[in-house]
C-alpha cells in the first residue's frame, strides 16, 4: 500500500433519507465479493468469540480475545464490552483483523472509571453501541497522534464526563452504558427507520445538517451488522425530534471525502497478532483509518472534526 495512491472510493452515494434529526446516505456498490470474516457482534451471540481479562490482576489497556471460528474475525474500533465478569467496561481502540483459531491481545481503553472490581458474575455481552461519535472520533485522532497507535484514556474519561452532563444523566461506576439505556427506547425508533438495500456496503450520517462520520465494509452483511451500532454512537451525540429538513445533499458527502483525499497520512503495519495494513489519515477537518486485507478494503472510518458547524436546519418538512 502506498500512502500517496488515490483513495479507491468505488461507490455510488444515493439520496438523503432523514429521521427526526438523524440524516443517512447509503453508499453503494456492484462489486460481488465474497467475505469469508465474520463480525464481531454475530461471533459473541453464537459463543464463537470469548473475552477475559488477560490474567487475574488484569490490565485497563488490554483484554484477551480467543477466536474459536475456523474464520477471520473482524471487530470493529469503539465496540463496547460490558459485564461484571469483566473488571470495568472496556471500548476496543481500532479496528482488527483476528485469525481463526487463535487467541489475541485486543488494545481497548475504559469506559467505565469507577470500577475495578473482581468477577462477581458470569455475566459479559457486547452493548448494542459503539461508543458515541465524538468520542470516537477522538480515538481515531489520538491514536494517529500516538507513538504507540493508542487512544488516550484521560480524553475518553473527559468525552464520558461530558455526556453524562449533556443528558443529565448520573452512574456510579461512570458506565457509558446507562447513557444509552436512558435513551434506548427513543434511539430504537431511529435504528428501525433506516434499513440497507442489498447493493449497499457503506453509510455516511449526519445530525441535523452536519455530517458526522463515514463507514464503509466489505460486504452488505458487514453493514447490516453494524448499521444499528453505527445509528445509535450517533443518535447519542444528539437526540432531538424535530419539524425541520435537512440540506445535507450529495454533494456534501463528495465534499467529505475531498477532504479525506487531501488529508495527512500514514501507513502502518498491523501487529503479529492480527491481519491486515492500515492507511490512517488525519487533519484539522478529519480523521479515521482504512484496513486492508491482501489488498481488499474491510473497513473504511472517516470522520468530520467538531469545528463550526453550519446552521442545523434549512426548512421545515412538507
Known amino acids: 500500500m502506498n500512502k500517496d495512491q488515490k483513495l479507491n472510493f468505488n461507490f455510488e452515494v444515493g439520496e438523503p433519507k432523514q429521521k427526526n434529526n438523524i440524516v443517512v446516505f447509503f453508499l453503494s456498490s ?16 453464537n459463543n464463537l468469540a470469548e473475552i477475559e481479562e488477560v490474567n487475574e490482576k488484569g490490565s485497563i489497556g488490554n483484554l484477551k480475545l480467543s477466536n474459536k471460528s475456523d474464520q477471520k474475525l473482524l471487530i ?50 457486547l452493548s448494542e453501541t459503539l461508543l458515541f461519535s465524538k468520542a470516537r472520533t477522538n480515538n481515531a485522532d489520538d491514536i494517529y497522534n500516538s507513538k504507540y497507535n493508542k487512544a488516550d484514556q484521560f480524553r475518553v474519561w473527559e468525552d464520558i464526563d461530558e455526556k453524562f452532563e449533556e443528558n443529565e444523566t448520573k452512574s456510579f461506576t461512570n458506565s457509558i452504558e446507562e447513557i444509552y439505556r436512558k435513551r434506548r427506547n427513543n434511539v430504537e425508533e431511529i435504528v428501525k427507520y433506516f434499513q440497507p438495500a442489498e447493493d449497499d456496503t457503506g453509510v455516511v450520517i449526519g445530525i441535523g445538517s452536519r455530517l458526522v462520520s463515514m463507514d464503509v465494509f466489505s460486504s452488505n452483511q458487514h453493514l447490516k451488522d453494524y448499521l444499528p451500532r453505527l445509528i445509535r454512537s450517533v443518535a447519542l451525540d444528539s437526540f432531538k425530534k424535530t419539524g425541520y429538513k435537512t440540506f445535507l445533499k450529495t454533494k456534501d458527502v463528495y465534499k467529505f471525502l475531498r477532504m479525506i483525499e487531501h488529508s495527512d497520512k500514514r501507513i502502518y503495519n498491523c501487529t503479529t497478532e492480527s491481519l491486515g495494513d492500515y492507511l490512517r489519515f488525519n487533519d484539522r477537518f478529519v480523521a479515521g483509518a482504512l484496513l486492508t486485507l491482501e489488498q481488499k478494503t474491510i473497513h473504511f472510518y472517516a470522520a468530520l472534526k467538531e469545528l463550526s458547524p453550519p446552521p442545523d436546519y434549512k426548512s421545515k418538512v412538507a
Open 30 to 45: 456492484k462489486e460481488k465479493t465474497k467475505d469469508d470474516l465474520l463480525t464481531f457482534p454475530y461471533a459473541m451471540k
Open 76 to 125: 470493529l474500533g469503539s465496540e463496547i464490552l460490558v459485564g461484571n465478569k469483566l473488571k470495568q467496561d472496556r471500548v476496543v481502540d481500532e479496528t482488527v483483523i483476528v485469525p481463526g483459531k487463535s487467541t489475541t491481545t485486543l488494545r481497548v481503553s475504559c469506559c467505565e472509571k469507577n470500577r475495578w472490581s473482581p468477577a462477581i458474575s458470569e455475566n459479559i455481552s
